[in-house]
């Protein structure tokens, strides 16, 4: 079986979109570990427009987790982090702390809306990269404003952005649109961490094995294993990808 590193979902519970009970948050970790995930970083939304002051109602839920997974999966490594929704001025929120780059890192996950326009996304990206930051653009696939937009993605590459995608777009989760774009960025060896963006059981679980049949179709094992574990697991120890 596959070895996973999910650097990207929202599982804690009572705390964003993400899972809304106890119960459910521990469920999804079962399914996440029998999927073959063995490293996770927890990255509830930052967003303080929508869900306000997360910090206290984060660490709760991650003791509760970080408990449970101890006591059920004692080769599964937890991290806690946030996935950042980019608003101005919101590097004060980084600098003071109260939005969590991942596991300590200099690395934030962003996100920005579907539809924000290119120009807000590409100021966006580089305030924080000038910031100091190492910036992984969540889902990357999903963004509008970037579909024929693929030479700012290799310049972002370039200059040391990291791309994350969706493991659930592969086969088309969010529309023809973004699936095209997943395929056209891997091919394009534009791609370094998939990840699940896991919200609930249902329609959003925390699975990245939806995406390994597509993978060993058009990926060496190397690559596979960078993509699905290795860059994930190096980000949340600083280390360069
Ligand atoms: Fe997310």
Not at 70 to 79: A, S
Not at 216 to 230: A, D, G, N, V, Y
Request: net charge neutral; charged share 25%; proline share 2%.
């Amino acid at each position: 079986m596959e070895k996973f590193f999910d650097l990207h979902n929202h599982m804690l519970c009572r705390v964003d979109d993400g899972a809304s009970t106890e119960e459910e948050m521990y469920q999804m970790l079962d399914r996440s570990y029998q999927d073959g995930v063995r490293g996770l970083c927890l990255t509830p939304h930052f967003s303080p427009s929508m869900f306000g002051d997360t910090r206290e109602s984060s660490e709760k839920a991650y003791a509760l987790l970080s408990a449970y997974a101890k006591k059920k999966y004692p080769d599964l490594e937890l991290f806690l982090g946030n996935e950042l929704g980019y608003y101005d001025g919101c590097q004060r929120a980084l600098e003071t702390g109260i939005c969590r780059t991942i596991a300590g890192s200099r690395y934030v996950l962003v996100d920005f809306s579907e539809y924000v326009g290119f120009f807000n996304l590409r100021s966006g990206v580089g305030l924080l990269q000038r910031s100091g930051y190492k910036v992984i653009l969540a889902h990357t696939e999903r963004y509008r404003c970037l579909f024929r937009k693929i030479d700012w993605i290799k310049s972002f590459v370039a200059a040391g952005g990291i791309v994350q995608l969706n493991a659930s777009s592969a086969e088309g989760a969010w529309g023809f649109g973004a699936k095209r774009q997943w395929r056209k960025l891997l091919r394009l060896g534009l791609v370094h961490i998939i990840s699940s963006d896991a919200h609930n059981l249902k329609n959003r679980p925390p699975e990245l094995s939806v995406c390994m049949s597509y993978l060993k179709l058009h990926c060496t094992e190397e690559e596979i294993s960078l993509l699905t574990w290795e860059n994930a697991w190096r980000v949340t120890r600083d280390m360069a990808i």
